[in-house]
Nanobody
């Protein structure tokens, strides 16, 4: 199984950025997908989650209303659209897969519940 994030970079406050996560080697449509982030010196935190079919999404409080998670099962890709970026959004962003074919755990945020992880992509928000 491979989970690979891309799309990170350096942006200015107020800018937008879209991250992508490509998954292979798994039955993508049986997995909910999540985004997490880790800022320097801080613990990794939950950002967003989307159910296997895309019908259910859940967000962390710090990004609600600014970030949007979506997925394309045909492409085995999940996206994180980030708007109105702030310096506090600076972090390494990780994509993760959680086996949940019946959409049982729509609000699962515990990292230990996610089966596969990518290596992360750096997002830096700075003027």
């Amino acid at each position: 199984v491979q989970v690979v994030e891309s799309g990170g970079g350096l942006v200015q406050p107020g800018d937008s950025l879209t991250l992508s996560c490509d998954a292979s080697g798994l039955t993508f449509s049986a997995y909910a997908m999540g985004w997490f982030r880790q800022a320097p010196g801080k613990e990794r935190e939950f950002v967003a989650r989307i159910s296997w079919g895309g019908g259910t999404t859940y967000y962390g409080d710090s990004v609600k209303g600014r970030f949007t998670i979506s997925r394309d099962n045909a492409k085995k890709t999940v996206y994180l659209q980030m708007n109105s970026l702030k310096p506090d959004d600076t972090a390494v962003y990780y994509c993760a897969a959680d086996y949940d074919p019946y959409d049982t755990w729509s609000r699962r945020v515990e990292m230990a519940s996610y089966d596969y992880w990518g290596q992360g992509t750096q997002v830096t928000v700075s003027s």
